[in-house]
Each structure stands twice: as C-alpha cells, then as structure tokens.
C-alpha cells in the first residue's frame, strides 16, 4: 500500500514513518523542507516537497497513492487564523484533492480535545463534539472533521478520524512539557496519554482495515496519569496545596476506547505510561 503521509516531519510523523516502513507500508512524505527529509529518505521513505496551503503541490504528491495519512497539523505558538488556515482549511483542501485524484482512503488525526467539557464518564465517538469555540486547536478539528464526514457523504470517501489523547514516548518532550499545564493542575486531574508506538498501531490499523461508512476511533492507553504522577514522572517535588485543590470536572479529557479495541482490535503495546517508563522508551 503507498501512503501520502503528511506532517511527516513532525513529532509524530517522524517516529510513525520507520514503523510503517518497517511494516510493509511504502511511504509518500510531503515536506516543506527537502533537508528536514533526509532522515526520512534514509529509512526508505520517497518524498515530495510541498505545502498543505498549495494545492498544486498536494494534488501532484497525490499521484499513484491508495490512501493519504494526514498528520500536518498547526497547533504549537501558532495565531488562531494560521489555526484554523491549517488544521481546518487546507485539510479540506487536501480531502478535496483526494477525491479528485481518485484515492480511496483518508485518514485524519484529530485529537480528543474535540469533546470539550466531559460528561461524568469517558467521551465516546458518538457524543456531540463541545470544543469551545474560543479554543483555536480543538475547534478547527471539529469544524475539520465535520467538513469530512460531508465530503465522505457526498463522494463516499473512505474516512477514517483518530482522536488521539496526548501523544508522548521515544524522547518526544512532550511529557516534559505537559508540567506548563499540570504544574497548576489539581493532584487527581488526569491526563490521557498515548505512546508512540500506539499511535502507529492506530494507524496502521486504520489504513488496513475494513470498517464499512466513516468512523471516529478514540486513541489512547488504558490508564490516564495523575498530575501528582506527572510530577514523579517529570522528577519534581508536588507542592502541597495541589493535594487541596478542587476538581470540578474529573472526567475531562478522558475517553473510552471500547471502538477502536473492538472494531480495530486495539491492544496498546504501552497500556500505561508505567510500563513504558520501565521498558525505557517513556
Ligand atoms: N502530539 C500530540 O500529543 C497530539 C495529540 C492529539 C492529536 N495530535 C495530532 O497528531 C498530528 C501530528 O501531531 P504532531 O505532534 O506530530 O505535530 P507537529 O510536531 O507540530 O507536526 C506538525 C506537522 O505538520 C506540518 N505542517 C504544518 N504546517 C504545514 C504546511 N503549511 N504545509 C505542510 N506541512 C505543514 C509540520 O511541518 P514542519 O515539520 O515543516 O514544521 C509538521 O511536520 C496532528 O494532526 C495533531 O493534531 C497530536
């Protein structure tokens, strides 16, 4: 199967893309710089330099594939427009294309931010999606995934979306870097994670499965981690008063993953970060 993969030079694309290979996958990358590609190209990865805001460029790397990958994605100290331009906009613009060139499968990481405020339980693929407007990010998902599911009912594109929970593992500094938020966090908050390696299950999954009409699959491990875990996961002392503060709403971020286990057969190879932290790769 070759793959139009983009984002590939991003946190995930670039841990995905070797899994993928290695797993039989024969990868198109588009990239903005062809030097940040050589890694890539190393591991046997072909690659088209290209942007998702110049539809020439998406349309010509498009040709010969069975499926587009769409990873890229603006979220990281970007302006609400560029937002919205990108994570919304130009992945229409790129399902658009693909329905033109003829390929076959789309499938598009979202993120289980789309559910916004949860529900006094895990948010599941059918409920209504409550991402707060004045949220950039997670609102120009939903509104892309939205746009999705009408361009898959009016050509029957063959739509697969991963709400991934927060992506960490294989030296990716994220789980570092989520203390910006949980430094201030109640102790018992938790935060969803996925490893790595998941997210390539995940995907690869999605790209090789039968699944019938669209779907959305909630992605993540089997345990979400407690701020006071992220502050012994980090190395860092929990200052007391996170122990007395009060959580209004427990179940925010957390989601089920009853559909991707049982349509995908979902297993996470890191069921907690636990796990991961003691194989090494956490
Ligand atoms: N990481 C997480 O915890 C997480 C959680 C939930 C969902 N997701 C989703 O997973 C996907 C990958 O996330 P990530 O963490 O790998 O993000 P990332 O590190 O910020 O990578 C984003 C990628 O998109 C590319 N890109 C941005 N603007 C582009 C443009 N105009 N034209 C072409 N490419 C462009 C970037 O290219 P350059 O490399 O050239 O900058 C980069 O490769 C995203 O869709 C994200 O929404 C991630």
């Given at each position: 199967m070759t793959v139009l993969v983009t984002g590939a030079t991003g946190r995930v694309g670039s841990r995905l893309i070797p899994r993928l290979i290695a797993n039989g996958v024969v990868v198109r990358a588009l990239v903005r710089d062809s030097t940040r590609a050589s890694a890539l190209a190393e591991q046997g990865a072909e690659f088209v330099v290209g942007d998702l805001r110049d539809q020439e460029s998406v349309e010509t790397a498009m040709d010969g594939v069975e499926a587009v990958l769409h990873l890229g994605a603006a979220f990281r100290g970007v302006s609400p427009e560029e937002a919205e331009r990108i994570n919304n906009v130009s992945t229409v613009s790129l399902a658009e294309a693909a329905v033109a060139r003829g390929v076959r499968r789309f499938v598009f990481t979202s993120t289980n931010l789309v559910y916004g405020p949860g529900r006094g339980r895990p948010a599941v693929e059918s409920d209504e999606l409550l991402?707060?407007?004045?949220?950039?990010y997670p609102s120009a998902k939903l509104k892309a995934e939205r746009a999705l599911q009408d361009i898959h009912e009016k050509t029957g594109l063959d739509l697969r979306i991963l709400r991934l929970a927060f992506v960490y593992g294989d030296g990716d500094p994220h789980l570092r870097e989520a203390m910006r938020w949980a430094r201030n966090w109640p102790a018992h908050k938790r935060l969803h994670m996925v490893h790595h390696a998941d997210v390539f299950q995940a995907v690869f999954l999605a790209l090789r499965s039968e699944v019938g009409s669209w779907r959305a699959f909630n992605v993540a491990d089997d345990a979400p981690v407690t701020t006071a875990e992220l502050f012994e996961l980090n190395g860092e002392h929990m200052p007391e008063e996170r122990s007395l503060q009060v959580l209004d709403d427990p179940w925010e971020g957390i989601v089920s993953t009853r559909t991707i286990r049982s349509m995908l057969g979902f297993r996470p190879f890191y069921p907690t970060v636990w796990t991961a932290r003691s194989s090494g790769c956490g």
């Open positions: 991402a707060p407007a004045s949220a950039s």
